[in-house]
């Protein structure tokens, strides 16, 4: 992804929060000579991987795979500096933009359509090999209720709404043509790096061609500090 594009996609989810009245914390502003100038005290925003984040999975093309994230407050596995045993992020789906189909070898989360447009899901059980499909029927719980669908089968999720998506369940989501949606997501500690099973083999983080100056850091930026 070019710098550019990142740089643009965090002013207008700046503007998407302000207009759904979500407020973010002091350091989701803060310019790269903030992070300089108060780098000893925002240890555990680096370690925690809390922040920007912004990834085309690697597919070239953002604006129809791509996912724009906020992480709010994290741990770190199996650390005991930083024993929080749950996350919280916030998410913007834009419309018609895929989040690539993956699961979670270790993280539970809900994910919750917090307002805007529609949210789609397909899911899919494990097969029998890390990233196989498994053509079965799957059972998930939709706020509270236990329900069953066919693999695959969309399943739309309006303002308010909410899936809980356990470990080894394959998903993918995205905004439909209504309209952008905000995203939560509550769960166990997220580690992007060795959490995440991608159906196909695609990195979580992007690389980034440097077209323009920094507007924002990114989690994935915090490895040059």
């Not at 789906?93 to 979670?104: F, K, L």
Request: glycine share 6%; with cysteine; charged share 25%.
């Amino acid at each position: 992804m070019k710098r550019s594009e990142i740089n643009n996609a965090i002013r207008m989810a700046e503007e998407f929060f302000a207009r759904h009245h979500f407020q973010l914390p002091p350091f989701a502003r803060y310019t790269p000579n903030d992070w300089q100038e108060k780098s000893a005290a925002l240890t555990a925003i680096r370690d925690c991987a809390l922040g920007w984040d912004v990834t085309d999975f690697g597919s070239g093309d953002f604006a129809k795979t791509g996912l724009l994230l906020f992480t709010l407050r994290n741990g770190v596995l199996n650390n005991p500096a930083y024993p929080k045993s749950y996350a919280e992020k916030i998410m913007i789906s834009r419309s018609c933009q895929v989040t690539v189909m993956h699961c979670h070898e270790y993280k539970q989360e809900d994910i919750i359509n917090r307002g805007g447009g529609k949210l789609i899901f397909e899911l899919y059980n494990r097969g029998n090999s890390a990233r196989e499909l498994a053509d079965t029927p799957v059972k998930v719980v939709r706020d509270g209720v236990l329900i069953t669908v066919k693999a695959g089968e969309k399943i739309a999720l309006s303002p308010g709404e909410s899936l809980t998506l356990t470990p080894g369940l394959f998903h993918t989501f995205y905004a439909d043509e209504d309209g952008d949606v905000l995203i939560g997501e509550v769960s166990a500690v997220n580690d992007d790096y060795t959490d995440n099973c991608f159906y196909r083999d695609l990195p979580r983080f992007p690389e980034i061609e440097e077209d323009e100056a920094i507007y924002r850091m990114i989690v994935s930026d915090y490895s040059t500090m």
